[in-house]
């Protein structure tokens, strides 16, 4: 703006200058030609003045504007400064508090650390740049503190002869034990042998208080008898399969007369007596065709309790077997003839569908008495008056 | 004993404290496996000491084992290198450390020693023979009372002494480092001091919580 | 009054049962007898060796072990004394028992000295605040985990360790509860006031569950009339064995 002022300024002067020149040199000679162009320059200089005087007016008007902006700008910096101030303030205050926060978080962790360090000194850590741990290499366990390894040694010697005495006693009465078992098992064996051969029953303790009773007789080895004694020691007879098929003597023997004994002699009488029947219908059942004499006369030997047999003077060792061994009805026969004990002439040969029947009969089920006697009675003797022992039975 | 009985009246010797610091590990350490059962309770012997009931194993194989390491904390207390001693109980069958009882042994500044010539440092107050006596009772009770806080140790058990002291230490020959056996997670119980104005104990336990 | 060391208990238990507190403070009192001098072995010792005695004893009169007279005789005064304190000592538990069980106690003072009025040293502890009587018994094992944990409070005290040596003496042990309830055995004393002389230390067991309550439960001075100390009429004497005869007990 100035510089427009300036320009205008020097243009003023430069015209007024023209001016002067035309004045000067056209005074004299007066040209109306040249008056108008004058008074032209004239309207032209005061144009150039006003336009000056806008120019100025606006520069003062600008200038103030400035001066006034600069107050504010300087105002302004003056405020900057403070605001400036005050946050620098303001930040290490912010800085302080956080500077003690962060002091008494370490404070605290120290006290921690010092708990912590206490603890751990009574917990018993160390610090092994300064210290070392040694202990003596033997050690001492109460592990040892046995019993025995607590006695005194003067006391020890004594206590293993104890030992020793109490072992040697220990051991000699087992053996004695050992030898009184056999000598019983022994004894108790010979008894129930002779109870057996007196009496003709096994007696066997099957738990506290039952018996199971076996007679030397029995056709079976499921045939057998069971009694319990009660507390008050009166026995009872239990059922079995066996006394099943004894309702009669259980009656007469037990039921009326209460005798155990009576009851068991009627069985032995009565298997005494089936036994003997029954080796005969045995020997007449069998079928086989390879038998002598020899082999036959070990069967009876095994089957020597029938009273028939008895008369053989061979065969009387005491044995119960139920084998079986097969011989013909002829050899048989045969033997019996050869030992005297039937006469060809008492024996009937039963046809052979009757032989069938009985031999299924005699395997397969037992036989009641009355049949038996009939059937043996049949195949057997004609004379009998000869052989009073075989007709008793038959 | 008889060396410090005649300084009974004066201040306490270096080797008088050994000896009565010795003596004390003895009762503490035979009252510690008779409260803890470490020891069957019938191999024990009644002891009238500080005024109070202690009970002293006379298992001799124990009673070896302990005079000879007793011997040497002796040493090493009149030499001033021992710096701890541990009781450390651990179960037999598992080998897993129960209870950990902690003796630290502190030399007493002001205390007067036989190789310090003594110009410098103050005379101890005087401490008569039956005043230090009477704070190691108060430690030995304290051992004692504390079983009743301590869980119970159903296990068989057994005891090692560790013995805490300079790393440059000459230890002989049937000594051998060892670790410290530290409990892991264990409770802590300080227990009372005592000093000799030679040597200041304190008493520790530290022992596997029960919960 | 001389200034009093207070211990603050805090079992982390939640439940406050009277049995709890009866097991408390038989603790405490067997903590004391051993701890504060009047016996020369913790209590739990003593009773072994009475009942140990006893079993001899019996054996002795059955005829069954044969020992020599001579060692008898030196049994008798120590062991006489020793069974006395056991007597009375099992005789004062079984009350305890029975007195918690019956109403609720809401402190106790063991006073140690010859007279209540100037004792040597005074103990009092506050139990935390059972809601009922009849709340239902804590198993066993949290009444012992929590003796342990006031035991394990006393012993760890360094104040309580620093207390003066003390004598064998008298024992008699207060129990302060409701004017209305149904104390038997310990005698009211409806003048007793806690003594201020003497070595004091107050003991505040308190449990997780309790804590915040007891400070709005803490009874205004108006209702203290409603409670009354119940004095213990058993007396525990503290004995301090003579040297040769503990050696043969």
């Known amino acids: ?385 000869k052989h009073p022992d075989l007709l008793q039975v038959i | 004993m008889a060396a410090s009985t005649k300084q009974e009246s004066k201040a306490i010797t270096l080797k008088g404290s050994a000896e009565l610091v010795t003596e004390f590990f003895g009762y503490g350490i035979n009252n510690i496996l008779y409260q803890r059962g470490v020891y069957p309770s019938d191999s024990f012997k009644r002891e009238q000491f500080y005024d109070l009931t202690l009970f002293v194993c006379d298992n001799k194989e124990l009673q070896d084992y302990l005079s000879k390491v007793l011997q040497q904390i002796k040493d090493w207390l009149e030499e001033n290198t021992l710096q701890r001693i541990v009781m450390v109980i651990s179960e037999v069958d598992t080998d897993e450390v129960k209870e950990r009882w902690q003796f630290d042994i502190q030399k007493e500044t002001t205390g007067k020693t036989e190789d310090n010539k003594g110009e410098t440092s103050k005379p101890p107050p005087p401490k008569s023979k039956k005043d230090i006596q009477r704070e190691m009772r108060d430690v030995i009770r304290q051992i004692t009372a504390s079983v009743t806080f301590l869980p119970l140790l159903d296990g068989q058990c057994a005891f090692d002494l560790l013995a805490y002291t300079s790393r440059d230490q000459d230890i002989p020959e049937c000594w051998e480092e060892s670790q410290a056996r530290i409990i892991a997670n264990s409770q802590e119980v300080r227990l009372r001091s005592f000093s000799t104005t030679v040597h200041k104990v304190d008493t520790m336990v530290s022992y596997k919580g029960d919960d | 009054m001389a200034n009093e060391v207070e211990i603050e208990v805090n079992l982390n238990e939640s439940g406050v049962s009277q049995s709890m507190n009866s097991r408390l403070l038989r603790g405490c009192i067997e903590y004391l007898l051993y701890q504060r001098q009047q016996l020369p072995i913790p209590y739990h010792e003593l009773v072994r060796i009475v009942e140990d005695q006893e079993k001899l004893c019996d054996g002795l009169e059955a005829g069954l072990i044969e020992r020599p007279l001579a060692s008898r005789r030196s049994l008798n005064t120590e062991y006489k004394k020793a069974k006395k304190v056991y007597e009375d000592v099992e005789c004062l538990f079984d009350h305890i028992n029975k007195l918690f069980l019956s109403t609720i106690v809401k402190s106790a003072m063991v006073l140690l000295g010859s007279t209540p009025v100037s004792p040597k040293e005074r103990y009092f502890v506050k139990f935390p605040v059972a809601k009922e009587v009849n709340t239902a018994d804590s198993s066993a094992r949290v009444c012992n985990s929590a003796c342990r944990k006031l035991i394990r409070s006393l012993i760890s005290n360094q104040e309580l360790g620093s207390f003066k040596d003390i004598s064998p003496t008298s024992m008699l042990v207060f129990i302060q509860a409701n004017r209305s309830s149904d104390v038997e055995w310990f005698r009211p004393k409806p003048t007793f006031k806690p003594p201020h002389r003497g070595q004091s230390c107050k003991i505040t067991v308190s449990t997780t569950s309790c804590s915040e309550q007891l400070a709005v439960s803490d009874p205004p001075d108006h209702s203290m009339d409603e409670w009354l100390w119940f004095q213990a009429p058993v007396i525990i004497r503290g004995t301090k064995t003579g040297q040769e005869s503990v050696s043969s007990l």
């Open chain 1, 1 to 385: 703006m100035k510089g427009n002022a300036v320009f205008f300024t020097r243009k003023r002067d430069g015209c007024r200058r023209i001016l002067h020149t035309y004045d000067n040199n056209f005074s004299s000679n007066y040209d109306p030609q040249i008056h108008a162009r004058l008074q032209e320059a004239e309207a032209r200089l005061k144009t150039c003045h006003e336009h000056i005087e806008t120019l100025e007016l606006e520069l003062n008007q600008k200038a103030e504007h400035a001066s006034k902006e600069r107050m504010k700008s300087d105002k302004l910096e003056v405020e900057i400064n403070e605001l400036r101030d005050k946050a620098t303030k303001q930040n290490s205050k912010q800085n302080w508090k956080k500077l003690r926060a962060e002091n008494a978080k370490l404070q605290e962790q120290l006290e921690v650390y010092e708990i912590n360090k206490e603890q751990m000194h009574i917990r018993g850590y160390y610090d092994p740049t300064k210290t070392k741990i040694v202990l003596e290499e033997g050690g001492c366990s109460p592990e040892d503190v046995s019993l025995l390894s607590k006695l005194s040694p003067e006391a020890a010697p004594s206590v293993v002869k104890q030992v020793e005495d109490f072992k040697a006693q220990l051991s000699s009465a087992e053996m004695k034990n050992q030898r009184l078992k056999e000598v019983f098992k022994k004894k108790i064996q010979e008894f129930r042998e002779a109870c057996y051969a007196l009496t003709g029953f096994k007696i066997d303790v099957i738990r506290d208080n039952q018996y199971r009773l076996q007679s030397m007789y029995a056709e079976r080895s499921a045939d057998d008898l069971l009694f319990e004694s009660s507390t008050k020691g009166e026995m009872m007879l239990l059922a079995t399969d066996f006394s099943s098929q004894l309702a009669d003597q259980i009656e007469t023997y037990l039921s009326r007369y209460n005798s155990i004994p009576a009851f068991l002699s009627s069985i032995t009488l009565e298997l005494f007596n089936r036994q003997t029947q029954t080796i005969v219908i045995k020997l007449i059942h069998m079928n086989s065709t390879e038998l002598d004499e020899h082999q036959l006369a070990q069967i009876l030997e095994k089957n020597q309790r029938t009273r028939n047999v008895r008369k053989i003077e061979s065969l009387t060792a005491e044995q119960k077997n139920e084998d079986d061994d097969e011989i013909t009805f002829e050899e048989a026969a045969i033997f019996l003839r050869g030992a005297g004990i039937i006469k060809s002439k008492d024996i009937r040969y039963l046809p052979e569908d009757e032989r069938e029947k009985l031999s299924r009969e005699g395997t397969n089920q037992p036989i009641t008495e009355e049949e038996q006697k009939n059937r043996i009675k049949e195949m057997t003797t004609k004379d009998a008056s």
